[in-house]
């Protein structure tokens, strides 16, 4: 087998050590052949699979799974689409494989993939940890959580289901569209959010570039004189704590990562950077973009 086509090459391995009834085959490994082996692994089609280097290379080396008296778990395993003929399909018009007792590994630009995990969003699917020290309360399509720093809750969309088991929460849908799915992953990182807010909170800090430019702190507002004719001041929005460190940096501190982000937008609006000096507010770290002056013809 030609090792221009590594997916191949393990399959074959696999059938002929499966035909054989081996207990192991090795392979020479890459990164395509470890995501099979975690999907079959995951599946139950191979009892386990590891990784290791020797010589100086990276091999792979999969335990196959028998039943009761070495009957074979894998009763066939094939090659569908290959380097010299490519085959490619609609999301939704791969059927099932033997009536839903086989399993379809797709190819995606989320990486491989089974066939009935192709719109299942990555990022809603996983497991929220709940910190130590903060309380869950879920009712219907409400959830609110307290922490050391606060209180937060927030109404979910009804399509998005979330449950509670030990120390996680986890989202689930029953409706694959494309609304529902784009819901999905949202209202998960909502509340993994809310989750780190209410436990630690979130911060933003900037800070004011220019000559004779500063801030200071009255009644909780922000003063600045930054090259108007006149201070200009900014009242902070409900949930919001702001401190100044000297004159030029401002520190945006809150429980709701949105309102943090949308009040630290709203202070650099006051005085975006200037694109020929850099004067103005900008964020921690940013890098603005100094353009070139004329020049003078001389």
Known sequence: ??????????????????????ESVEMPSSKVKIEIAKILKREGYIRDFRYYKFQNKFNLKIFLK??????RIIDGIKRISTPGRRVYSPGKSLGKVLGGLGISIISTSKGKQLSGDRNMSRIGKKAIAIPPGVEVNLNGNQVVL????????RELPLEVKISRSENNLQCSISDQSKRV?????MTRSLVANMMTGVSSGFSKDLEIVGVGYKVKLEDSKLVFNIGFSHPVSFAPPTGIKLSVEGQNKITVFGLDKEIV???????RSIKPPEHYKGTGIRYSGEQVRIKEGKKLAG
């Open 1 to 22: 087998m030609s090792m221009t086509d590594p997916s191949g090459d393990m399959l074959a391995r696999i059938r002929n050590a499966n035909i054989v009834k081996h």
């Open 146 to 153: 307290k922490g050391p720093k606060g209180t937060l809750r």
């Open 261 to 267: 982000g949308q009040a630290s937008s709203d202070i």
């Open 66 to 71: 028998f039943g009761e008296k070495q009957s």
């Open 181 to 185: 799915r784009s819901l999905f992953g």
